[in-house]
């Protein structure tokens, strides 16, 4: 989600994830990551995230409870990782191109030592502390200067090209700002210069003014089918508080249950619909990057609202995917919100 990959064979390339390398597009200023070889699994041996799996020798970045044998969420580097945390971008001209190595780093966090309990049939209290894995790892990973962008994704499913079926979601921090990001960014920060408003915040007060795309909401978060949604059910999870970073807006338990408790049941409406499904959180940039030019962020504090961002993938309304360029969407979001309200979901 957060990066294209393009597994074209690169010039001088090996064979292995250490040749992989970061372009840039210059007419769109996208970083595509070009692989060599196929980073998939391809894991023979059992679960490598089940407990005693290979995944236990890889060392341990968090756990809860620490230094528990009996842990109920741990974050590992990632098994095939797409980015490696060592060393520098090395970003280098080729022409009028731009390169440089994957640097960055790629995490797994494995969501519960069971392997077939999936995220929304977890409780409040352990999704919750699932929530607070990633905002540890994202406040730690933002520390480091060498990163732009840290965020946390998701992929249930085959069809959402899930690598392993053991219930886990993806950390990854890079030296660049993902695209659809660099957009909202832009937009946001474009709208409150406009209008000394947050443009999240705006799209909430109408949501919840017009009711005809909301799914659920509380007094702390909502979810609702946006206005131009992409594909059938796409659904957004917001806070209703203005907070730019998800590390600080869930930054404290009572908002990590409450967080979890909407994820979960908009989780559940969606898997009614369809079982695969992306998500992936969209937040604040990392303000202390190293090359982030002290006046870009100004405001961000103030124009930009983090948020949840879930695509279900649903092969039979694949027109929705075979258009790359110009999303089609076959269902309205008024209809798909509709129908999500009228879900049952029970524990
Ligand atoms: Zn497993
Ligand atoms: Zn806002
Ligand atoms: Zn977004």
Known sequence: MAVVVSKSKVRNGGT????????????????VLQANA????????????????????LGTIYEYPY???NWQ????????????????????????????????????????????LQLSHQSDEHVAQVLRAYVARLVDLKKDQRFRFVTVFRNQGAAAGDDFEHPHSEITATPFIPRRVTYELRASQLYFQLKERCLI?????QELSEQIRTVEWDEKFVAFCPYASRVPYETWLLPLDHNCAFEQ????????????????????????????????LHTSPNT?????RKGNWQTLADD????????????????????????????????AARELRKVAVTD
């Open 201 to 205: 915040c705006d799209v909430i007060h």
């Open 249 to 280: 807006g869930l930054g404290d338990w009572n908002s990590q249950l409450h967080f979890a408790r909407l994820l979960r049941s908009v989780l559940r409406r969606l898997e009614a619909v369809s079982s695969a499904y992306h998500f992936v």
């Open 16 to 31: 292995s994830g250490d040749a992989m390398q970061l372009r840039r597009d210059p007419i769109t200023n996208t970083w």
């Open 73 to 116: 969420v741990r974050v590992i580097p990632h098994l095939h990782p797409l980015y490696r945390i060592e060393g520098d971008p090395e970003r280098q001209a080729e022409g009028i191109y731009d390169r440089m190595r994957n640097l960055g780093a790629h995490e797994l966090v494995i969501e519960t030592p069971e392997h077939g």
């Open 38 to 57: 196929d980073t998939g699994s391809g894991d023979l041996e059992g679960c490598p995230m089940c407990p005693g799996g290979r995944a236990s020798a």
């Open 288 to 292: 202390n990057a190293k090359f982030e």
């Open 67 to 69: 230094g528990d044998p």
């Open 304 to 335: 930009y609202h983090w948020h949840m961002e879930i695509l279900p993938v649903i092969p039979s309304k694949a027109k929705s995917y075979s258009l790359k360029e110009v999303y089609y969407n076959t269902l309205e979001p008024e209809t």
